[in-house]
């Protein structure tokens, strides 16, 4: 059986909410207006029933026992994202290079899939893809 939500989040450390609410916007996500917004949370909404909630570091460590991960030394999970068409994934990575971001992989063209990704001001790796639908089907 499939469980069901009317909104997934997944909640994202991040060390200045000012900083990557700003980085997020730029790559064209909105805010969440039914969450608040203050210095220890933002929800960014990245898709229809999707959304990242930005969380001071402080505040995050208050929610769990365990240790955070050092982003600058290990990945957690890498968090990705399919979207329309290769231009869209160019744009995205590009603009994120452009606001702070670092690239995480060279472009890869794997004739169904293309993939790019890049790396957020906190560390947290972002795969942005489109699928060839036509060579899927095909």
């Known amino acids: 059986m499939a469980l069901t939500s009317a ?13 990557s609410k700003a ?5 064209g996500f909105e805010l969440n ?3 608040p917004d203050n210095e220890n949370s ?3 909404v990245i898709g229809d029933n999707l959304q990242v909630m930005l969380i001071s570091q402080t505040f995050f460590n208050t ?9 600058s030394k290990y990945a957690q999970m890498t968090i990705a994202l399919a979207f329309e068409s290769r231009e869209k994934v160019d744009e995205i990575v ?15 063209n794997h004739g169904v899939m293309y993939h790019w ?9 972002w795969a942005i893809n489109c ?5 899927v089907q095909g």
Do not use: C, Y
């Open 117 to 125: 990704g890049f790396v957020d001001l906190d560390g947290h790796l």
């Open 7 to 19: 909104f997934t989040s997944f909640n994202l450390p991040v060390k200045n909410v000012e900083q």
């Open 94 to 108: 590009n603009t994120a290079v452009s606001l702070g971001g670092k690239l995480h992989a060279e472009p890869e």
């Open 63 to 71: 929610l769990t026992e365990r240790e955070s991960v050092d982003t």
């Open 131 to 135: 699928m060839n639908i036509d060579a």
């Open 33 to 35: 207006p039914q969450f």
């Open 23 to 27: 980085f997020f916007t730029g790559l």
């Open 42 to 44: 933002a929800a960014i």
